[in-house]
C-alpha cells in the first residue's frame, strides 16, 4: 500500500511563503519520480512541479521563479517552497508519483490522498 501524507499548508498573505512536505511510504522511493499537484475549486487537479528520481526539478508556468521542489530520499520525503505567493496558488495540494509523461500524465503510482490546504487572501 502507497502511503502519502501532505502537511505544511495555511493561510497567508499574498507575496508570503510556506514550504509543504509530503512524505511517502510504501514505495522504493528513491526510483520513483515526485509531484506536486493542486485542486482548485472550479478546475481540474493541476500540475505544479516534479522531481525526477535523479533530482531534475520542472515547474509549471505559473510557479517558476517561486517554487522550488526537492527531496530527501533518506528520509523519503519531498518538499515545495512556495514564496511569492498569490491568491491564484490558493487550493488543495497533493503528493503522488507520476506514471509516464511527468508533465501531463493522468497516471499515478498512490490514490489521492486528503492534500493540505493553502490560502492566499488579504
Known amino acids: 500500500q502507497v502511503q502519502l501524507v501532505e502537511s505544511g499548508g495555511g493561510s497567508v498573505q499574498p507575496g508570503g511563503s510556506l514550504m509543504l512536505s509530503c512524505s511517502a511510504a510504501?514505495?522504493?522511493?528513491?526510483?520513483?519520480?515526485m509531484g506536486w499537484y493542486r485542486q482548485t475549486p472550479g478546475k481540474q487537479r493541476e500540475f505544479v512541479a516534479v522531481?525526477?528520481?535523479?533530482?531534475?526539478?520542472y515547474y509549471a508556468d505559473s510557479a517558476k521563479g517561486r517554487f522550488t521542489i526537492s527531496r530527501d530520499n533518506a528520509k523519503s520525503t519531498v518538499s515545495l517552497q512556495m514564496n511569492s505567493l498569490k491568491p491564484e496558488d490558493t487550493g488543495v495540494y497533493y503528493c503522488?508519483?507520476?506514471?509516464?509523461?511527468?508533465?501531463?500524465?493522468?497516471?499515478?503510482?498512490?490514490?489521492w490522498g486528503q492534500g493540505t490546504q493553502v490560502t492566499v487572501s488579504s
Open positions: 522531481i525526477t528520481s535523479e533530482g531534475r526539478a
Open positions: 510504501g514505495i522504493t522511493f528513491s526510483h520513483n519520480a
Open positions: 503522488n508519483a507520476p506514471v509516464g509523461q511527468l508533465k501531463t500524465t493522468t497516471k499515478f503510482v498512490g490514490s
